[in-house]
């Protein structure tokens, strides 16, 4: 789960970072409260999950009552890359000596923490890796030690932190991987990280995105997340527990397992068809899922035929074959269904198919077959292969 | 032979008295695995079709010697019952266990490598190991399967399943197929299986399917470079799949390509892999590859 600035800057003050004070806005009225109560002048920052904001015009600096009023709204309801703006983030604007950069992430290929820090902030990291590889310092971190204050302050020295901040930025990237470590978070990314004439290091922006599988142990960080921007059947999806990503094609693909799903779409696309959604039903499956998992994908309108592919390990083949049963008595659907069924109790659930006698529901004994029978019947040609449409086998 | 587990094995299975692992449990024994054991803290004394249920790992292992442990547990618990396992001195810790937190995955494989460096993980998120015809220890469906020549390893089980069953179909069979589980600490990488493989005299052909995301399959790709001499077929998904949870800037870094499947299948190709389309395709290029090397040590 990906936060937005404020968000994250709240999960950095709980940690001790330094922060501006702020106040979140959702109008124009809001935000003019928000800048008296930060004190001119103030930054209206637009709070989307998505870089380039700046460019796009979303951040913007305001001397007083008519600029917040002008930037507010501008801003609110604006477009950064097909992300539309519903909040603000008002804060009292920093002058800025020096822009440093600070993240910390799960390093997969070492499996260990890892710290990064460049004195080049400001600016897209990959440059500063392509540009001047030598200004980014990179350390692992003992997973189990955690970060220590002669770790941190060697990483600040490396790096060639100014010599009177190296002390304050040590504090921050401790705060930054205590932050990384107690909100389950797979990255924190500080950029800028500013040195301010007073010679304060100070967090100006905030990456966060936390682990999903973690949420249980923080309640306070479930109601978090841009629920305002996500598509709203993905949001739906979500709720009943599916893996649901919405694409642009016409064809409808349920299947179990990410690697198998993922599998599904490329060879739907490699038999010419458009897959319309990823969906992974996950392991262990059980009818009502499948239901819904049905309900989720015809619910995009596009979708022109409907492909499950399932090879149940811990998913049983007869609980997807009730769900999908259940699905056509409570929405019949009106579009072709074509489906393959192997694995755990696959016998069981091809003989309920069967005997349900479902309507436009085609039967396929391997996934290719499967792919080319769905893109012919999603382009409203004969299908392929077969004797008949209904299921057989 | 085959890899990890044979006839040899000896199962403990923790959350063996749930719904899900009661389930896989008795259908590992229905195959011919020797399921010893289960550990339920508070259900100790219980059983299961026979099967006698303790309180602890460490019980489990005084009373039936256990050699191989699988977790199926809720991932809230999931971290601890593996760390208690190996503790208890079992050496095989298989966890099919889906949706651990990462922070405890990484805590997991860092305390076995300081403190239980005799102990091998494989997964979380896994589908478990298959020796057909030897024992299965997880979820995946064995009638698929027949004992053979070829040596599985993948990063997502039904995707196991698919080509697995496709290679039987064209008439092989397999040493050993190993679900290494995609998450993002998993206990044993492909390098670590590839090299087992390698040394397995039963596998003459290694099949490595890969998917998007991290860079294992690059590492894969310069080990087998380096160090298999026998043939490996890939497979990646996610040609078409749209860009996942990224990890932001300092992720692109890290994992020094984009994660992409292109990029894996790039780098693979480049270290002298027959990369597949298909899973399909898979299974029409491993009878060739076998042929081509049994001709070859033939010379």
Redesign the interface.
């Known amino acids: 789960m990906d936060l937005l600035e404020y968000q994250g800057k709240q999960l950095f003050a709980r940690h001790g970072l330094n922060v501006s004070p702020g106040h979140v806005a959702t109008t124009v009225d809001e935000a003019v409260q928000a800048a008296a109560d930060a004190g001119y002048p103030v930054v209206v920052k637009a709070q989307v999950l998505i870089g380039g904001r700046g460019k796009a015009g979303g951040v913007k600096l305001a001397a007083n009552e008519d600029e917040v009023r002008t930037h507010a709204s501008n801003i609110l309801g604006m477009d950064i890359r097909g992300h539309t703006v519903h909040t603000l983030w008002i804060e009292h604007a920093s002058d800025i000596a020096s822009e440093y950069y600070a993240s910390v992430l799960l390093d997969r290929s070492a499996s260990a923490p890892l710290v990064i820090f460049s004195v080049e902030g400001g600016v897209e990291i990959e440059e500063v890796a392509h540009n001047s590889p030598d200004k980014l310092v990179r350390r692992h971190v003992d997973a189990l030690d955690g970060l220590s204050h002669a770790e941190a302050l060697a990483i600040a020295t490396e790096g060639q932190a100014d010599e009177d901040v190296r002390e304050g930025v040590a504090a921050a990237l401790k705060a930054l991987y205590e932050t990384w470590v107690a909100e389950d978070a797979s990255l924190v990314e500080i950029n800028p990280l500013i040195v301010t004439p007073e010679r304060q290091v100070k967090a100006l922006d905030a990456k966060v995105t936390l682990d999903d599988n973690a949420l249980f142990r923080h309640p306070d960080n479930q109601g978090l997340s841009d629920t305002a921007n996500e598509d709203p059947i993905e949001h739906h999806a979500h709720e009943q527990g599916l893996q649901y990503v919405k694409l642009d094609g016409d064809i409808g693909i349920l299947g179990n397992g990410a690697g198998l799903v993922m599998s599904t779409l490329d060879v739907v696309a490699q038999a010419g068809g458009a897959p319309a959604n990823f969906l992974d039903a996950g392991g262990g499956s059980d009818a009502a899922k499948i239901t819904q998992a049905v309900e989720v994908i015809l619910s995009n309108p596009a979708v022109k035929a409907v492909l499950f592919n399932i090879f149940g390990g811990i998913t049983r083949c007869d609980e997807v074959a009730r769900g999908l049963i259940t699905a056509f008595e409570q929405i019949k659907p009106q579009l072709p269904f074509v489906v393959r069924l192997d694995g755990t109790n696959d016998v069981a659930g091809r003989a309920l198919l069967a005997d349900a006698k479902l309507p436009n529901v085609h039967a396929a004994h391997t996934m290719n077959q499967a792919a080319e029978m769905v893109v012919a019947l999603a382009a409203g040609l004969p299908v392929p292969g077969t004797d008949d449409a209904s299921v057989g086998s | 032979m085959s890899i990890l587990i044979d006839e040899q094995t000896r199962l403990c299975v923790a959350g063996m008295t749930g719904r899900?692992g009661s389930f896989?449990t008795l259908n590992n024994r229905s195959y011919g695995t020797n399921v010893v054991a289960g550990v339920t803290p508070g259900k100790g004394g219980a059983e299961l079709e026979g099967i006698p249920v303790f309180n602890s790992w460490d019980e489990a292992v005084a009373a039936t010697s256990p050699n191989t442990a699988m977790i199926f547990v809720p991932?809230?618990f999931a971290a601890d019952a593996i760390l208690e396992a190996a503790s208890a001195g079992v050496e095989l810790v298989i966890a099919?266990t889906?949706?651990?937190?990462?922070?405890?995955e990484?805590?997991v494989?860092?305390?076995l490598k300081?403190d239980h460096p005799g102990t091998r993980l494989i997964g979380p998120n896994c589908?478990g190991i298959l020796s057909p015809g030897k024992a299965n220890v997880?979820?995946?469906?064995a009638s698929?399967f027949k004992p053979g020549n070829v040596g599985v390893v993948?990063?997502?089980?039904?995707?196991?399943?698919?080509i697995g069953?496709e290679i039987a179909q064209a008439g092989l069979g397999n040493s050993s197929i190993v679900g290494i589980g995609?998450d993002?600490?998993p206990g044993s990488s492909f390098v670590d299986i590839l090299e087992l493989f390698q040394a397995d005299e039963q596998t003459e052909l290694i099949v490595l399917?890969g998917?998007?995301g991290?860079?294992?399959e690059e590492?894969a790709a310069a080990y087998i470079a380096e160090s298999v001499t026998k043939p490996v077929i890939a497979?990646i998904?996610?040609?078409?799949?749209?860009e996942g949870?990224t990890?932001?800037?300092?992720?692109?870094?890290?994992?020094g390509s984009a994660g992409t499947a292109a990029a894996k299948a790039q780098a693979l190709e480049a270290g002298g892999v027959l990369v597949a389309?298909?899973?399909?395709a898979v299974a029409e290029l491993a009878p060739k590859l076998l042929q081509a090397a049994v001709s070859s040590s033939s010379h």
């Open positions: 899900e896989h991932p809230r099919i889906e949706g651990i937190p990462a922070h405890d990484l805590r494989y860092n305390v300081r589908p997880g979820i995946i469906p698929f993948s990063r997502s089980g039904t995707l196991t399943y698919q069953s995609g993002p600490v399917s998917e998007i991290g860079s294992a590492e497979y998904a996610g040609f078409t799949a749209p949870k990890m932001g800037h300092a992720g692109a870094i890290v994992s389309r298909t899973p399909t």
